[in-house]
């Protein structure tokens, strides 16, 4: 029988936009996840892909850093007639699957165009357009049943926006990407973070480019404060770490914090865990020298994660990544 593959748009952030094909090509290969690229370009923020089915597209925003969400996809174009053409073509081939959906209660449309500013009243007769749809329940802006976004690409440079948008989308909001996950483990709550803390969002970027899964054991030979332990552990590893700065492995450096003059007695790699409910994933962190190795020949780690070289898996696959 013949696979039946759902088309979908992946909305990135644009944020260390060079680490977005690096996680998506990890976290594809974490799940075993089947999937057909659409569009090409890289720095786009919207990617048109094809998954096999909703789970999958599921399983993928279940770990992404990069993405913002996926939309379910029903028309894409590159004019206007074309876009409009597309989509009441895809109402018309769907209409059972789509006659819940149009349906339902309570709905909202948002128009969203990136590169170019409209008002609200041009964002509304953009909705208006669609006037077609046959789209029956109330308009609830605050708590819908059923979202629907509108989006245009204005392409990619503010200082030379084309006449026209490249391309116009149109579907319904499926899946969140984790981005709440950078402001859970943002630096500035953080119990114990030195000079050379990682932000949050390239720490977990890098967790997900080492493929960490639930129960890997995971080790940062420069571990310094641990950023990149938490990452890891918030995403299930077992985390080890080790760090040549005696004074850094027992949080008795310098304060980095302006406000704060010496450090807490309780500031540790552990207090971080800790402090994400990760606590039970804390191995242990040592002083030692990365160039003279203190650890068995037979010792196996899952994951090497590190921000002082490459980024290793032991899945047999590189990472990349500094
Ligand atoms: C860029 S920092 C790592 C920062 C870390 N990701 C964090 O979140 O704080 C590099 C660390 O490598 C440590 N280091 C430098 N040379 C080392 C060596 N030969 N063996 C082990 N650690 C070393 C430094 O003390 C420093 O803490």
């Known amino acids: 029988m013949t696979k039946l593959w759902k088309k979908y748009i992946l909305w990135f952030a644009q944020e260390h936009v060079d680490f977005r094909v ?11 996840l089947q999937f057909r690229k659409l569009s090409e370009h890289r720095l786009n923020p919207f990617w048109l892909v094809e998954f096999p089915n909703d789970e999958a597209a599921h399983q993928y925003a279940s770990r992404s850093i990069a993405l913002r969400s996926i939309i379910e996809l029903y028309s894409h174009a590159h004019t206007l007639p074309e876009f409009h053409r597309g989509l009441k073509a895809y109402v018309d ?3 059972g699957a789509l006659k819940e959906l149009f349906g339902a209660d309570s709905f909202k449309i948002t128009v969203e165009t990136y590169n170019k ?38 392409g990619l440079d503010p200082t030379s926006v084309p006449a026209a948008p490249e391309d116009i989308l149109f579907g319904r909001m499926l899946f969140q990407g984790q981005r709440h996950l950078i402001k859970q483990l943002s630096l500035k709550q953080r119990k114990f973070i030195g000079n050379t803390s990682m932000d949050a969002q390239l720490s977990l970027l890098m967790a997900n480019q080492a493929m960490v899964r639930d129960g890997d054991l995971v080790f940062d030979p420069f571990v310094g404060t641990g950023s990149l332990l938490v990452s890891a552990a918030k995403f299930g590893g077992y985390v080890l770490g080790a760090d040549i700065d005696f004074m850094m492995v027992h949080a008795r450096c310098r304060p980095s914090r302006i406000t704060q003059k010496v450090r807490e007695k309780d500031e540790s790699i552990r207090a971080n865990l800790q ?19 203190l650890w068995h020949r037979r010792i196996s780690f899952d994951s090497i994660i590190t921000d002082r070289g490459s980024l290793w898996n032991t899945r047999g696959d590189r990472k990349g990544g500094e």
């Open 22 to 32: 690096a996680e998506f090509e990890s976290i594809v290969k974490l799940f075993g």
């Open 93 to 95: 081939l769907h209409q």
């Open 117 to 154: 500013h409209f008002s609200q009243r041009e964002k509304v007769d953009k909705i208006e357009a669609m006037d077609y749809l046959p789209i029956e329940g109330a308009v609830n802006l605050k708590n819908p049943q059923v979202e629907w976004w509108y989006l245009e690409f204005w």
């Open 275 to 293: 402090q994400y409910g990760c606590a039970d994933r804390y191995m242990d962190v040592l002083v030692a020298d990365f160039s003279n190795p």
